[in-house]
């Protein structure tokens, strides 16, 4: 009996950084899926341990009556959600919820505050808030909105390692998503973080009924940033009754393993997270993701004001995937690739 011979695939060559455009990443993205899964594969065991994940907890420690009209957010004022408007949290509060968040496994704790860019009064409180918890041994992250010259040298001198601020989508499709706050705001924001040595956590959201080459747009611009971010969020739109995007089309799920697997290509040295959105997942879907390339994701029983996979649940799923988490999960590994 003859044994039919498997055409080797042809897929493109990984260009430099700068060289990413959205024209290469389409054509990771049309890939047949099976092809893209194992180019993402050998690009994820070339630089990390594929069974090892990095969690991180999210807080969010000044909830609601954001002046943004962000089309995806349920804090924004624009929109009638449900969603009150909160006082910064006590620090005492912030700590207790950190403790739990370490307790339960996370490594890096995140801290979110619904600004638009933080008052110099606000920033001292969070900057305190930094040191506080940094003290447990946790990593830091937070997300204020933007910033202004000198404040996330303010940030970095409290002990701060990452500071997120998304590009949520890309250039082409930001106009339909917030009117508020312009791209280039987005970028100085990110340029300010990287030249006070803080690194940096930067991702976005699909499913807002953008097309494919727009997704596309998205990690093109990411990849592109020199260096891309350490740390990618990849969001799957969470519809919130009274936003703008409350009842846009689902996004296909296989389309989503899709984009985390580019953004693991285009980025290979990226901690790749799950974000929102896995509330929506079944324990395939998620594997399928970190097959894909996700080494990261966020662990908890909330994302600011939706709803994320409890604790108990999250631990079973890696239990059951042979998954581990490692304290150094977040350093880059040099793993040599499978035959």
């Known amino acids: 009996m003859q044994t039919a011979t498997i055409p080797v695939p042809t897929v493109p060559k990984r260009p430099p950084a700068s060289a990413w455009s959205t024209d290469a990443i389409m054509a990771l993205y049309e890939l047949p899926f099976m092809d893209l899964m194992h180019r993402a594969q050998q690009t994820h065991r070339a630089h990390f341990d594929p069974n090892v994940i990095q969690l991180s907890s999210l807080l969010s420690i000044k909830t609601g009556g954001c002046p943004e009209d962000c089309a995806y957010c349920p804090q924004s004022s624009h929109y009638d959600t449900g969603v009150d408007a909160d006082k910064l949290m006590p620090l005492e509060d912030v700590v207790a919820a950190a403790r739990a968040a370490q307790a339960g496994g996370a490594q890096r704790f995140c801290m979110g505050a619904a600004w638009r860019s933080p008052k110099p009064h606000h920033l001292d409180a969070v900057a305190e808030m930094v040191s506080a918890v940094k003290a447990l041994g946790l990593e830091i992250c937070v997300t204020l909105g933007m910033l202004k010259d000198g404040q996330a040298e303010q940030l970095k001198d409290a002990g701060l390692d990452y500071y997120n ?4 989508t890309s ?8 009117s508020t706050r312009t791209y280039r705001d987005r970028l100085d924001t990110l340029d300010r973080v990287r030249d006070a040595g803080i690194s940096v956590c930067c991702g976005g959201i699909v499913g807002m009924g953008e097309s494919r080459r727009e997704r596309a747009g998205l990690i093109a611009q990411l990849a592109s940033m020199e260096p891309y971010p350490e740390s990618v969020p990849i969001n799957n739109l969470v519809q919130v009754e009274g936003t703008p995007l409350s009842a846009v089309e689902a996004l296909d799920p296989f389309e989503f393993v899709r984009t985390i697997a580019v953004a693991r290509i285009a980025m290979p ?15 395939a879907l998620q594997a399928l993701c970190f097959l894909a390339g996700a080494n990261s ?4 029983d909330a994302l600011l004001t939706t709803a994320n996979p409890q604790m108990a649940a999250d631990q079973r799923l890696l239990d059951r995937l042979g998954m581990r988490v490692d304290a150094d999960a977040h350093a880059h590994q040099e793993v040599p690739a499978c035959p």
Not at 171 to 178: E, N, V, W
């Open 165 to 168: 601020h998304n590009l949520d």
């Open 171 to 178: 250039p082409a499709f930001y106009g339909k998503i917030i």
């Open 269 to 283: 040295r990226a901690a790749v997270r799950l974000s929102a959105g896995r509330e929506a997942m079944d324990d």
């Open 297 to 300: 994701m966020f662990y908890g």
